[in-house]
């Protein structure tokens, strides 16, 4: 499972022209699943993405994480982050989960941040297009990957 997160002042979504997400301060995170993902890496990596610390404290130095600040999170999935570009100029997704596999691990991991961060989160719509808005705060945006764990 592979995570781009980012801090954000804020996000949404929108698809088929209905917004399905909306936070102020929080995390707009971007997730790809693969088919050797399991219940592992989804408890690593929302344990991960509530407690990083990249928002600041009274000091102005990122020391806080989501979970301290109150912040918000909207999840979306996206396929697109396993493309691989190794061959040629056109991306191969035949690493990227097929829907039978992945919706049931995208909802997993849903539950699981809410479980982990204490309240609801929002998210996009799982296969469909979909119009991100953020604005990012720093930036600060942070790419993980479970298999790799760095």
């Known amino acids: 499972m592979r995570i781009v997160i980012q801090r954000v002042s804020e996000a949404s ?21 693969e088919d050797a ?34 912040g918000d999170i909207v999840l979306v999935s996206q396929f697109t982050l396993h493309a691989s570009t190794k061959k040629g100029n056109r991306p191969s997704y035949i690493k990227a989960s097929k829907p039978g596999v992945a919706i049931p691990l995208y909802e997993a991991l849903i539950r699981q941040v809410e479980t982990d961060l204490g309240k609801k989160i929002q998210t996009g719509v799982f296969g469909a297009d979909m119009k991100v808005r ?6 600060v945006t942070i790419v993980i990957d479970s298999k790799n764990r760095e």
């Open 134 to 139: 953020l604005l990012n705060d720093g930036p």
């Open 37 to 70: 993902d399991s219940d592992d890496d989804i408890s690593w990596l929302s344990n991960k993405m509530v407690n990083l610390r990249i928002f600041n404290d009274a000091d102005g130095v990122m020391n806080q994480s989501v979970k301290e600040t109150g």
């Open 13 to 33: 979504v929108v698809s088929d022209g209905i917004q399905t997400a909306s936070i102020g301060a929080g995390l707009l995170v971007l997730v790809g699943i």
